[in-house]
């Protein structure tokens, strides 16, 4: 059974901290994404990395940057986070692009 | 335009209702296609992939149009566990990720 996990169920952060999301998956997967999920917005998604070291934007990428040293974790780094960076964040891993993904069961961030 | 689009609902219907999403794609280029779902405050998951042939698993039909550019699910028999909302997912050749539908809500009513 794949699994992907996520660091943290629920966080809360302030205004300017800089935060850390992490993803891991067990199954060898080379590609992995960064989503975040708002009500009446779906899936949006933030990066994706299709190898170790190598990483893409997605449709959102402001305010975000991502780590992939390990090819079985991608890290989600907020900088400086802001109110409108609340959200689900989602991390998923898939085998190749036209494959499914699987998803982790999110981190749902405050910022306040 | 939005590469995927559904109609977000809400769907409520009595059980042992059938019913049915359509879900429109833009690019003719998309390649796979899968349904997902997804309860409340949880991943999503995915539900089952859908093949130009048209494909069923038990309750679950899922088809494929590529001239019309859409797919569509079929739940039959409708339970109260079917209460989720659904996400039509599409892959488009040249693209390294999946693009999601807002999703469709569907609630069973006993």
């Known amino acids: 059974d794949v699994k992907v996990t996520q660091s943290s169920r629920y966080l809360v952060k302030r205004t300017g901290e800089k935060v850390f999301l992490e993803c891991v998956q067990d199954?060898?997967?080379?590609?992995m994404f960064w989503y975040r999920q708002d009500p009446g917005l779906g899936l949006r998604l933030i990066y994706f990395?299709?190898?170790?070291?190598?990483?893409e934007k997605g449709d959102i990428p402001e305010g975000y940057s991502v780590s992939r040293e390990k090819k079985e974790r991608f890290s989600l780094i907020l900088e400086s986070a802001s109110t409108n960076q609340t959200s689900m964040y989602l991390c998923?891993?898939?085998?190749?692009?036209?494959?499914?993904?699987?998803f982790g069961p999110g981190t749902r961030l405050t910022v306040l | 335009r939005k590469e995927v689009e559904q109609d977000p609902g809400p769907f409520n219907v009595p059980e042992g209702a059938t019913v049915a999403f359509n879900c429109t794609y833009s690019n003719s280029a998309s390649q796979s296609f899968f349904w997902y779902r997804q309860d409340c405050r949880k991943e999503p998951k995915l539900l089952m992939s859908v093949y130009s042939s048209g494909n069923e698993d038990g309750r679950f039909t899922a088809q494929l149009n590529r001239a019309s550019q859409y797919i569509s699910l079929l739940i039959r028999d409708s339970k109260l566990s079917d209460s989720a909302t659904y996400l039509c997912?599409?892959?488009?050749?040249?693209?390294?990720?999946?693009?999601f539908g807002t999703g469709t809500r569907l609630t069973v009513i006993p």
């Open positions: 199954m060898d997967h080379e590609n």
């Open positions: 997912v599409v892959t488009q050749t040249g693209a390294n990720n999946l693009f």
């Open positions: 998923a891993s898939s085998p190749g692009p036209y494959n499914e993904q699987f």
């Open positions: 990395s299709y190898d170790v070291k190598m990483k």
